[in-house]
């Protein structure tokens, strides 16, 4: 299975790539709805962040308050570095049963859609690595367009994530989204075409096809085993 990392930045349109892959049928792996399963009411992770944060960040029918536990910890850069830390295994687990559903189902490409590609490590089981890049100005100008916020309030949620223009230099492809959806779309197409050609030797040995030979070669060998004996 070839397992696709697809990162960016607040604003950056890596949803809307995301988005394309989907329509294309390339099955996607969305980290943030991943994210918003495991801090589900009752769930260890609920419980863990819950614990850590208080009562102010629980709705009234005991949910955690999303946008609320957001504005505490784009603010703190310590809060935020503990919020990853407390839900990074639930997290990184839920990714690896989503994966694993999609293996079952004999899917040869899957794209991992992760906002913290590169900060939680998961970088380095996935290949190629797409950033979905956009110039500075166009950043905080669509980021400020679409919450409805200041620009300092943008400036300040931009300034709290990874800096793309680092990210860039560690992508195997890069998207430039700063221009119109029609030129996102026409990067998009020769992506697709990198991203779904054939598999490598080491891609296709852990694939479903794979594993089912090697299953049925030992099943062959043994029963040709058992009627020599």
Do not use: Y
């Not at 989907?22 to 589900?40: E, F, I, M, W, Y």
């Not at 800096?163 to 959806?181: E, M, P, Q, Y």
């Amino acid at each position: 299975m070839r397992i696709v990392g697809l990162t960016g930045g607040i604003a950056s349109g890596k949803s809307t790539v995301s988005g394309l892959f989907r329509s294309s049928g390339v099955p996607v792996v969305d980290a943030d709805l991943v994210a918003r399963d495991v801090v589900k009411k009752g769930t260890p992770g609920w419980r863990k962040v819950a614990t850590a944060f208080g009562d102010d960040i629980l709705l009234e029918n005991g949910e955690i308050n999303r946008s609320r536990l957001g504005q505490i910890v784009f603010s703190d850069p310590a809060k935020r570095q503990l919020l990853n830390r407390l839900l990074a295994p639930h997290i990184s687990s839920g990714i690896f049963w989503e994966i694993m559903k999609l293996w079952v189902k004999g899917c040869k490409v899957v794209v991992l859609d992760i906002p913290l590609l590169f900060e939680t490590k998961i970088d380095r089981r996935t290949k190629p690595i797409i950033v979905v890049w956009v110039n500075p100005e166009t950043q905080l100008q669509r980021l400020m367009a679409r919450d409805g916020i200041s620009e300092e309030e943008a400036r300040n949620k931009i300034n709290a994530q990874t800096s793309l223009d680092w990210k860039k230099t560690k992508a195997d492809i890069v998207i430039d989204n700063s221009g119109s959806i029609e030129d996102t779309r026409t990067q998009f197409q020769n992506v697709l075409k990198q991203v779904t050609a054939s598999l490598s030797w080491k891609e296709f040995a852990f694939s479903r096809e794979s594993v089912a030979v090697v299953l049925f070669s030992l099943f062959i060998g043994a029963w040709m085993l058992h009627s020599r004996i």
